[in-house]
């Protein structure tokens, strides 16, 4: 059974860095593609950014430039460094895992419960 547990989600002014981490349980994690979407209040959940099983990347326009997502195979954690937050950012972060690998979302995705960032001074 997939479990997806997200931390490190919090309160930080505008300029400030998070880093939020997803520990990940219950299958085969190298070949899942992992990656986060984030959802603000009263807005339909968006894209954020991705690592696939190759360790490719690939990010939101919005945070291109600003974050950083990256995995680690041997603890089966992917993390996702955000850096100049901006308060457009706020939102519940949730992370999931992708088993086509690639992206593709082909066989749906599996999802965490999530993680509350705000950005406000």
């Known amino acids: 059974q997939v479990q997806l547990v997200e931390s490190g989600g919090g309160l930080v002014q505008p300029g400030g860095s998070l880093r939020l981490s997803c520990a990940a349980s219950g299958f085969t994690f190298e070949y899942y593609a992992m990656g986060w979407f984030r959802q603000a209040p009263g807005k339909e959940r968006e894209f954020v950014a991705e690592?696939?099983?190759?360790?490719?990347?690939s990010y939101a326009d919005s945070m291109k430039g600003r974050s950083t997502i990256s995995r680690d195979n041997t603890k089966n954690t992917v993390h996702l460094q955000m850096n100049t937050l901006k308060p457009e950012d706020t939102g519940i972060y949730y992370c999931?895992?992708?088993?086509?690998?690639?992206?593709?979302?082909?066989?749906?995705?599996?999802w965490g419960q999530g993680t509350q960032v705000t950005v406000s001074s």
């Open positions: 690592v696939r099983w190759s360790s490719t990347t």
């Open positions: 999931y895992a992708d088993p086509s690998g690639h992206g593709s979302a082909v066989g749906g995705r599996s």
